[in-house]
T-cell receptor, first 111, second 115 residues
Framework: GDSVTQMEGPVTLSEEACLTI???????????LFWYVQYPGEGLQLLLK?????DKGSNKGFEATYRKETTSFHLEKGSVQVSDSAVYFC??????????FGKGTRLSVIA | DSGVTQTPKHLITATGQRVTLRCSPR?????VYWYQQSLDQGLQFLIQ???????AKGNILERFSAQQFPDLHSELNLSSLELGDSALYFC??????????????FGEGSRLTVL
């Protein structure tokens, strides 16, 4: 079945450092890919998405590019802030299937 | 605020008991999804309803059941509770029955502790 594998956390970075969270997927067909973020004490919220190969999703300084050849959707940000501290989930949906999530990566940014 | 409301926020109960978690979806959304979040398993999809009908089923135990009512709110019933059922249970909603181009809106979750 469909699955998502993302890098284990936790990740701790200093403010203004570069961030990359790796995400690879296995799916039948052509899935849509998502990054969700969960801030402390809150539910998940959509950060960005890409629905076809080579699409780049972006929001709040975060970017991810749908790479069909490497089945990847890595999350990147050039300069993280303390307010970016959260758990980040990579997810996919193909056809009629509900979202399948990775296990999440906890990011802590220190000033 | 996502517009999805879950109650209760916290629940502590004993093994063998039964609990009901409630979810009100975002206004206008017809689909409701239930997910279980635990430390070791991550986010696991349990079940989806669309406009009152069961649409998809995931890793939901037989001890668990759900339904969506005519007013579109949903309830997740957990019975014969075990210690391992302790988790955060999320409800999410969406307009359509598919999410491959849209997005899910999540509630803040119901934290269940089974002692």
């Amino acid at each position: 079945g469909d699955s998502v594998t993302q890098m284990e956390g936790p990740v701790t970075l200093s403010e203004e450092a570069c961030l990359t969270i790796n995400c690879t997927y296995t799916a039948t067909g052509y899935p849509s890919l998502f990054w969700y973020v969960q801030y402390p004490g809150e539910g998940l919220q959509l950060l960005l998405k890409a629905t076809k190969a080579d699409d780049k999703g972006s929001n709040k300084g975060f970017e991810a590019t749908y790479r069909k050849e490497t089945t990847s959707f890595h999350l990147e940000k050039g300069s993280v802030q303390v307010s970016d501290s959260a758990v980040y989930f990579c997810a996919l949906s193909s056809g009629n299937t509900p979202l399948v999530f990775g296990k999440g990566t906890r990011l802590s940014v220190i000033a | 605020d996502s517009g999805v409301t879950q109650t209760p926020k916290h629940l502590i109960t004993a093994t063998g008991q039964r609990v009901t978690l409630r979810c009100s979806p975002r206004s206008g959304d017809l689909s409701v999804y239930w997910y279980q979040q635990s430390l070791d398993q991550g986010l696991q999809f349990l079940i989806q309803y669309y406009n009152g009908e069961e649409r998809a089923k995931g890793n939901i135990l037989e001890r668990f059941s759900a339904q969506q009512f005519p007013d579109l709110h949903s309830e997740l019933n957990l019975s014969s509770l075990e210690l391992g059922d302790s988790a955060l249970y999320f409800c999410a909603s969406s307009v359509a029955d598919r999410v491959n181009t849209g997005e899910l809106f999540f509630g803040e979750g119901s934290r269940l502790t089974v002692l």
